[in-house]
């Protein structure tokens, strides 16, 4: 089974984000950049599969500038066997990175193509199935569990209220939830492999998008907390705040 | 400076533009793994006093053991940089831990790496990497602390072997290593040229390793008195290139170069929880971080930890060069030990009574660091190598 996992570079979510100069972007300045948690769902659930068949191949694909090698890397170190770097611009617009990789991807000959559900940088949730689209291939999204057998995945979705069970015929695009799986840490033999791994650069020219950022704002500071008492003796005034003040009892 | 509750480190001075992008992801793997791993079970451990086995594999799995080792041996085969690293993310989470894991490939693995025969290699090395053995260091005695060339543990040699006789104390992994580093006297017991070291498994008749009780530093650690009684081995038990009291100081070395990391990452630790704490913390109707006396307390840590880590990586980097020498080593532990001891104190302090908890992590890492401060060569033995070096003269 060959397996494709699509991958972006995002900013860790525990980095202090300012905004650029122009408003429309983060400065990258100072800024930790890791690979996109739901991608490392993705990331684990190809190696898992590979591990569990015995055989395969498992492929990372991530689109952007030179930086986006480093988190290639990882995947490498996890235990991805070769990445291809499609070296260009991303796009704030889903579609236009969505083209990007389907003609990367169209004749890859791919039963899987994994991504995460969405990117936490931007929330978009479109590039997956904008690919499975443009492929004419069946897709799942924000899936939890997944069974590979006889040339079709079965996967489970959390839907309001239950879980929904789907099943698909292989070639196929599923995007990837928390719950699926834990990912691996990159052990240490697996960081100095990822350096000899194959990792091919394709240069790329990414479409005119045509949906643009307007602006960015970041949320209002949140007002620093209380501590109302210590012990038992602070339940009085903790229920009097969060009946009163809060107002959530 | 302020931000999430995970813990991200401390770099003041972007450190991380100084690492290789392998040096970094060697680094986060090890930090992740301290946050997911070993900080949840630390403290009860500790209270318990009991060394967490559970952690062993996970260790191995990821390759802590001897990583600076070749990989041909089933090590990592990285650079003296990224093993420091790991020492100092391990010493964030406990210094118990991060001896378990110093001794194992600093005092057990590099020794029959450096002096051992092939055979001996390519047998120990792979299952001391994965953990399948684990490993303890002898060579300090009840009565040979700091002068270790004094010891009276002998090794005699028969037709078919040697023979140890012998006790060794402050054993780290002591009564839980299936295999020892012994080293003992093959001449006269006034001669320190005739010290070599012998691989003695524990399972060996008349070898007993017992848990030494009471301790009130390192309890998330073994530490053990080994007894060794007509302990009969075979002639291939002796490390072959090893000679002399130089030897084990090698060995030494070795293991303080990484508590010289260690020591910066135990600071970092408490320094992290300290400004948490003093940004939370409500007194007189606003956080105490607001005061200038817990101001100065962070600035003094932070200046502190900032200068302890450009000196361990410059000292890694020495390393990695091969003109590292055992008196830069000795700076550096000497250092960054002594500073790690304030930085927790001081932070304990700002935690005010919350800070004697095991919930929080200072007193912990202030108690286990009165070790670390005493054990690889104490402080004032640090002082007096790095006098001997710029005198000449050998005051001890």
Request: charged share 20%; glycine share 10%.
């Amino acid at each position: 089974m060959k397996i494709a996992v699509c991958i972006r570079r995002v900013p860790d979510t525990t980095a202090k984000i300012t905004i650029a100069g122009g408003g429309t972007a983060i400065d990258p300045a100072g800024v930790k950049f890791v690979i996109n948690p739901y991608d490392e769902f993705a990331v684990e659930a190809a190696i898992a599969l590979k591990e569990a068949a015995g055989a395969g191949e498992t492929v990372t694909i991530a689109l952007g500038d030179d930086s986006v090698q480093e988190t290639i890397r990882t995947t490498l170190a996890m235990g991805i066997d070769r990445a291809v770097h499609l070296q260009g611009t991303g796009s704030a617009d889903g579609l236009a990175t969505a083209r990007v990789l389907a003609d990367h991807l169209r004749g890859g000959g791919y039963d899987l193509i994994l991504f995460g559900k969405l990117a936490v940088d931007d929330y978009g949730q479109q590039v997956g199935p904008m690919v499975a689209e443009l492929l004419e291939l069946p897709c799942a999204t924000a899936i939890t569990a997944l069974e590979v057998a006889d040339g079709s995945a079965t996967v489970e979705r959390e839907i309001e209220g239950g879980t929904e069970v789907a099943t698909c015929p292989l070639p196929a695009v599923l995007t990837c939830d928390k719950g699926l799986n834990t990912p691996r840490l990159p052990g240490l033999k697996g960081i100095m492999a990822a350096k000899k791994k194959p990792l091919e650069v394709v240069p790329v020219e990414a479409a005119a998008g045509q949906a643009t950022i307007v602006s960015l704002a970041l949320p209002p500071e949140r007002p620093a907390g209380r501590i109302v008492g210590e012990g038992a003796a602070a339940v009085p005034a903790l229920i009097e705040a969060l009946t009163s003040e809060a107002k959530v009892l | 400076m302020a931000g999430s509750s995970e813990y991200t480190g401390v770099d003041f001075y972007d450190m991380d533009s100084l690492l290789s992008e392998e040096e970094r992801a060697v680094r986060d793997t090890v930090r992740q793994w301290v946050t997911e791993a070993l900080i949840p079970v630390i403290g009860p451990a500790y209270i318990e006093g009991r060394f967490p086995k559970e952690l062993i594999a996970g260790m191995a799995e990821l390759g802590l053991f001897g990583a600076n080792l070749p990989e041909e041996y089933g090590c990592a085969g990285l650079n003296n940089v990224a093993y420091g690293l790991i020492m100092q993310e391990l010493e964030r989470g406990d210094s118990g831990i991060r001896s378990f894991a110093s001794v194992q490939g600093a005092l057990v693995m590099y020794p029959i790496h450096a002096f051992g025969s092939e055979e001996q290699k390519q047998y120990w090395l792979p299952r001391l990497a994965s953990g399948e053995e684990i490993g303890c260091f002898g060579l300090t005695e009840p009565d040979f602390g700091s002068n270790p060339g004094g010891m009276i543990t002998t090794a005699r040699e028969t037709a078919d072997g040697w023979v140890l006789n012998g006790t060794k104390m402050w054993i780290t992994n002591g009564s839980q290593a299936t295999v020892a580093i012994v080293w003992a006297k093959t001449g006269a017991i006034d001669d320190p040229k005739s010290v070599r070291g012998f691989i003695v498994p524990t399972s060996t008749p008349g070898f007993t390793g017992k848990d030494q009780h009471g301790k009130l530093s390192l309890r998330a650690s073994d530490t053990s008195e080994l007894h060794l009684q007509d302990v009969h081995v075979p002639k291939d038990a002796l490390l072959p290139h090893s000679g002399g009291m130089k030897s084990p100081l090698k060995c030494l070395t070795q293991a303080r170069y990484g508590i010289a990391w260690g020591g910066v990452g135990a600071a970092m630790a408490c320094y992290d929880e300290a400004r948490r704490y003093a940004m939370n913390r409500v007194m007189f109707d606003r956080p105490i971080a607001a005061t200038q006396l817990q101001q100065e307390r962070l600035a003094e840590m932070l200046t502190e930890i900032t200068k302890g880590q450009l000196l361990s990586l410059q000292l890694g980097r020495l390393k990695d060069r091969g003109t590292m020498t055992p008196q830069q080593v000795s700076l550096a532990k000497r250092n960054n030990v002594n500073m790690a001891c304030e930085v927790a104190r001081e932070a304990r302090r700002l935690l005010g009574a919350n800070g004697i908890l095991i919930e929080y992590h200072s007193m912990r890492h202030l108690a286990n660091l009165e070790s670390v401060y005493t054990y690889e060569g104490t402080h004032d033995m640090h002082s007096l190598i790095l006098g001997q070096e710029i005198t000449g003269i050998a005051a001890y």
